[in-house]
C-alpha cells in the first residue's frame, strides 16, 4: 500500500512572517489527528524561507519541507542560482522539478529537468517531477504520448534503484490555476498510464511503490474524490495550499482512503 502525500506548492507567495504562521497553524492542526492515518505532509515555500519553516516544523515525521526548483548545477559562477546543497542544508528533503510555470515561463527545456533530477537524486533529495499536458494537446488526443515523452526525456537510462525516491506529480497544465480540475476518471486514466508506463521501463515492484500525485485546482470540495481513485497517491496543491484551514482539509480528505 502506497502512503499518500500532500504537498504545498506556495509559489511566489507569502513574506517570512506569513510562512512561518501558515507552517505554524498546519503543524498545530495536525497535531490532534492520528499519526499512522497521516499523509506525509510537504511544505514548498519560496527558497529564502526554507530555512525558518523547515526550523518551524521541527523534527517530525509526518510533515517536512520541499523547494520549488533548484539549480542544474552543484556550484560555482551562477549568479542568482540555489543548489541542491543549499537546499538539503536548510533541511528540506524534496524538490518540485519541471513545473509547468517553470517549463512556460522560464524556459525551462527537457535537457535541464533532467539534469536536475540528477543533482537532485545525486544529494538525496527527493524529485517531484511535474508532467501534464497543455489543452490543445488533449483536444488533439496527444497528451499520453506528450507525457510518455515527459517521463522518457526526464527519466530514460536512469535505473530503478537512482530513481527510488521519485515522486510524480500529474498536472495537468489546463487545470494549473484555473479552477477547472482533472475528472477523478481523467486523473485516474492517465495516472494508471503513467504507472504502465514505468512498469515496461523500470520494472512492476518499482512501478507499484512509485507515488504519483495528482495537481491542479485540487481543493476541499475534490480532493476526496480525487483521492479515492485507485493510482492517484495524493496531490500537489497550489492556491488551496495558501490556507491553513483548506489545507489541512485536504490532508483530512487523504486520511483512510
Ligand atoms: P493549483 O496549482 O492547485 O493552484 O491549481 C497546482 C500547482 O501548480 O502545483
Known amino acids: 500500500m502506497r502512503k499518500k502525500i500532500v504537498a504545498g506548492n506556495w509559489k511566489m ?5 506569513e510562512c512561518i504562521l ?12 492520528p499519526k499512522n492515518q ?3 505532509v510537504i511544505l514548498a515555500p519560496a527558497f529564502p524561507f526554507l530555512y525558518a519553516v523547515s526550523q518551524t516544523l521541527g523534527v517530525n515525521q509526518s510533515i517536512t519541507t520541499s523547494a520549488q526548483n533548484c539549480s542544474s548545477e552543484k556550484s560555482g559562477a551562477y549568479t542568482g542560482e540555489v543548489s541542491v546543497d543549499m537546499i538539503r542544508s536548510t533541511g528540506a528533503k524534496y524538490v518540485i522539478i519541471g513545473h509547468s ?3 512556460s515561463l522560464f524556459l525551462e527545456t ?3 529537468i533532467r539534469k536536475k533530477l540528477m543533482v537532485c537524486l545525486e544529494a ?3 524529485p517531484i517531477l511535474c508532467i501534464g499536458e497543455k489543452s490543445e494537446e488533449r483536444k488533439e488526443a ?5 507525457v510518455k515523452k515527459q517521463i522518457d526525456s526526464a527519466t530514460g537510462n536512469l535505473s530503478p534503484e537512482i530513481l527510488s525516491k521519485l515522486v510524480i506529480a500529474y498536472e495537468p497544465v489546463w487545470a494549473i490555476g484555473t479552477g477547472v480540475h482533472a475528472s477523478p476518471a481523467q486523473a485516474q486514466e492517465m495516472q494508471a498510464f503513467i504507472r504502465q508506463s514505468f512498469a515496461q521501463s523500470k520494472g512492476m515492484e518499482f512501478s507499484q511503490t512509485l507515488p504519483i500525485l495528482y495537481g491542479g485546482s485540487c481543493n ?3 480532493a476526496k474524490e480525487l483521492f479515492s481513485c485507485k493510482d492517484v497517491d495524493g496531490g500537489l496543491i497550489g492556491g488551496a495550499s495558501l490556507n491553513a484551514s483548506d489545507f489541512l482539509s485536504i490532508i483530512k480528505a487523504a486520511m483512510d482512503l
Not at 13 to 17: D, G, T
Not at 22 to 33: C, H, Q, S, T
Not at 142 to 146: A, D
Request: hydrophobic share 30%; net charge negative; charged share 35%.
Open 142 to 146: 496527444r497528451h499520453f504520448e506528450v
Open 220 to 222: 476541499p470540495g475534490n
Open 101 to 103: 510555470e517553470r517549463r
Open 110 to 112: 527537457e535537457d535541464s
Open 38 to 40: 497521516l499523509p506525509t
Open 22 to 33: 501558515l507552517a505554524d497553524d498546519i503543524r498545530a492542526g495536525l497535531e490532534p489527528l
Open 124 to 126: 538525496e533529495l527527493a
Open 13 to 17: 507567495n507569502k513574506n517570512l512572517h
